[in-house]
C-alpha cells in the first residue's frame, strides 16, 4: 500500500472506527466471529468500520435500529470478506431490518407463460442489485442454533450474485478451477437431495436441496459456524469454500 493511501486509511479510522466496547460485544456474541486471530480481529474491525460508513442500515415497520445491531450485520457480514475485498459488497447501499419475519409477494412466469403469485414469510432476502432485507428475530446473536446464521445466509447470496444470477458460483478467483467448483458442489447438491428422498435425517438444513443457490447460502453458514460438519460431510466443498472465502475455520476454531 502506498503512502498516501495508508494516510488515507489512518485518516478514516481515526475518525470512523468502531469504538473498542461495542466491537468487543459483537465479537463475543457471534459464533462464527470465535477464534479469529488479533491481526484477523484487527482486519476486521476495519472492514466493518468501513462497511458502516458506506452502507445505511435501516429499520422497517418502526423496529430502532440500535449501534449494537449495526456492528453485529456488519462484522458478520464483512466475516465473508476477510481476505477478499470490500468491493465484494459494491453495488447497493441498504440493509434493511424488520423485526420478525416479513411477508413477501413473488410473482413468478412458469413455463407455459402463467403468472402466479405467492406470499411467504421470510427470514432474510437478498437482490442483485437491491438491499439485503433481514429479519432481526432471526438474525440476532443467538436466535438460531449451531450452523444457522441469517447474516451469513443473505450476505452469501450477494457474493453468489456477483457474476449475475443467483447460481451457486460466485465469482471464482483466477487460480480456482470451474469444473472442480461445479463437480464438488454439483456431486454435495445430489447427494443432499438423494438422501432427503429416502427419508434421511441430514445434519445440514434441509432448505440447502431447494436450489443451487440456497445450496451456496446455506453451507456458507455451516462452513464459517460448524466448518468441522461441513469438512465430514462434504469435504470438497470445503476445500472449495477454503479457497473461495481464503479462510480455513476449521482450523482457526481447532486453535481456539
Ligand atoms: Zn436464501
Not at 29 to 38: F, H, I, T, V
Not at 139 to 146: I, K, S
Not at 206 to 221: G, H, K, Q
Amino acid at each position: 500500500m502506498n503512502r498516501l493511501r495508508r494516510w488515507w486509511r489512518q485518516r478514516f479510522l481515526r475518525k470512523h472506527r468502531i469504538p473498542l466496547p461495542l466491537w468487543e460485544t459483537a465479537l463475543a456474541q457471534a459464533r462464527a466471529l470465535r477464534g479469529l486471530s488479533a491481526g484477523e480481529r484487527r482486519r476486521l474491525r476495519e472492514l466493518a468500520s468501513r462497511f458502516l460508513h458506506e452502507k445505511s442500515i435501516v429499520g422497517a415497520q418502526g423496529l430502532a435500529v440500535t449501534d449494537e445491531m449495526r456492528v453485529s450485520i456488519a462484522a458478520q457480514a464483512c466475516l465473508l470478506i476477510l481476505y477478499l475485498d470490500l468491493d465484494y459488497f459494491d453495488g447497493w447501499r441498504e440493509v434493511i431490518v424488520y423485526p420478525d419475519a416479513f411477508v413477501v409477494d413473488h410473482e413468478e412466469h412458469d413455463e407455459a407463460g402463467v403468472v402466479h403469485k405467492t406470499r411467504r414469510a421470510l427470514d432474510g432476502e437478498a437482490w442483485g442489485q437491491g438491499p439485503v432485507i433481514l429479519s432481526w428475530q432471526d438474525a440476532r446473536p443467538g436466535a438460531r442454533g449451531p450452523g444457522s446464521n441469517v447474516v451469513l445466509h443473505e450476505f452469501a447470496h450477494k457474493l453468489d450474485l456477483l457474476n449475475g444470477s443467483a447460481n451457486g458460483m460466485p465469482p471464482l478467483h483466477a487460480d480456482m478451477s470451474h469444473p472442480a467448483w461445479t463437480e464438488a458442489l454439483a456431486s454435495a447438491y445430489d447427494d443432499l437431495n438423494r438422501r432427503l428422498d429416502r427419508g434421511h435425517h441430514t445434519a445440514i438444513d434441509p432448505y440447502a436441496a431447494e436450489n443451487p443457490a440456497e445450496f451456496f447460502a446455506v453451507l456458507t453458514e455451516n462452513f464459517f459456524e460448524v466448518p468441522q460438519l461441513l469438512y465430514e460431510t462434504y469435504p470438497k466443498v470445503y476445500e472449495a469454500f477454503k479457497q473461495f472465502y481464503r479462510q480455513d475455520p476449521l482450523l482457526r476454531m481447532r486453535g481456539e
